[in-house]
């Protein structure tokens, strides 16, 4: 029996956050995580991850590592996790090197060149696929890739805009612009893609979240039937979720503010929010109706003139599902722009 509480409305999309009689670790059998911001941030586990993640997987669900970051292989991601106190195995991780590995190789000839500019990770899928890493533009590669790679020198990001500009195909991982890490938010992979953008023109095929190649990529390799993606960015996992027609949780341990969620436009509108992992094992309240707003535990949120208005008492992330619920429906195809200044401070957000 389903015991989801769907919030959607009509073609506009999601309108409020679902709610969930059981557990969410019960109600999906296969949790697609993110890393960087849900797990870890940069080298050091976030709060409540290691501990949620165990209970999960004891009471049977499969968890799976899905990350756009395609600087290191799957085994050391899974090296890293096991070193946190979460068993895994290679298999249970899967990268946007793989994704984009598998877009190039249905592209090019087996056994082409491509010019590799990116980490181990990159490299070491792109040989799974019976490429050949070169990393000179006269090489004569059939296609040039970029991933993510924080060791990454000019004179490799030159190589890729000499490709391009010669015509040959060009490709990315991934095109975050930024990364979480221990010491505050880096450059992430698509602020280098904008390096070889603006040297050499057009636009790269792009493997990773939001796009469907990594959703067919994850769907391949773990045979998930009820995903729950789980996620700290709205224009990656949930973007990403949208496009593969699977929920998604949102976690405020990353990238995302509140002030984003609530004007977050459709696609990017998650069906759950939490503040860390540990939302995976509870039930999900139900937002409901009252009048010309709507409520969530004991707060009732609302719109008011060109802002949202919320009043009551319970906890913040009560009162955040029910701003989103008023944000969402009076934005409905569009992105919310009154001022939640106020109702934010007022649930203590």
């Not at 990315?172 to 979480?180: C, G, H, K, V, Y």
């Not at 341990?253 to 990017?268: C, Y």
Request: overall charge negative; aromatic content about 4%.
């Amino acid at each position: 029996m389903d015991e989801r509480i769907r919030g959607r409305a009509g073609g506009s999309g999601r309108r409020r956050p679902d709610g969930s009689r059981r557990a969410l670790s019960e109600a999906y059998d296969t949790a697609l995580l993110d890393l960087d911001g849900v797990v870890y941030a940069g080298g050091q586990v976030i709060a409540h991850a290691v501990e949620s993640l165990t209970v999960a997987r004891d009471g049977g669900m499969h968890l799976a590592y899905v990350t756009n970051n395609a600087a290191r292989t799957p085994q050391a991601v899974a090296d890293q996790l096991t070193g946190f106190g979460l068993p895994t195995g290679a298999d249970d991780v899967i990268t946007s090197a793989q994704a984009v590995a598998r877009l190039i190789s249905e592209q090019v000839p087996a056994g082409a060149r491509v010019l590799a500019v990116g980490g181990e990770g990159l490299v070491v899928a792109l040989r799974e696929r019976g490429l050949r890493p070169v990393f000179s533009a006269d090489d004569e590669p059939a296609a040039v890739v970029q991933g993510y790679d924080p060791t990454l020198d000019w004179g490799r990001l030159a190589e890729a805009a000499y490709a391009v500009q010669r015509g040959v195909p060009w490709f990315a991982s991934n095109t975050d612009l930024t990364i979480p890490k221990e010491r505050g938010i880096a450059p992430g992979n698509g602020a280098l893609v904008e390096v070889v953008r603006i040297a050499a023109g057009g636009t790269p095929q792009v493997a990773g979240k939001p796009q469907p190649p990594m959703h067919r990529e994850t769907v391949l390799r773990t045979g998930a039937r009820r995903p729950l993606v789980i996620g700290d960015r709205l224009d990656t996992d949930i973007e990403g979720a949208f496009n593969g027609g699977v929920d998604a949780l949102l976690v405020l341990t990353g990238v995302t503010t509140a002030a984003e969620l609530l004007a977050a436009p459709p696609q990017h509108r998650p069906a759950y929010v939490e503040a860390d992992l540990r939302g995976l094992l509870v039930p999900q309240p139900e937002v409901t109706e009252d009048g010309g707003g709507f409520r969530c535990g004991g707060w009732r949120a609302e719109p008011a003139g060109d802002a949202l208005a919320v009043t009551g008492e319970g906890t913040p992330l009560d009162g955040l599902r029910a701003l989103c619920a008023a944000a969402w429906t009076a934005a409905g195809s569009g992105s919310c722009t009154a001022d939640a200044g106020k109702a934010l401070a007022r649930i203590g957000m």
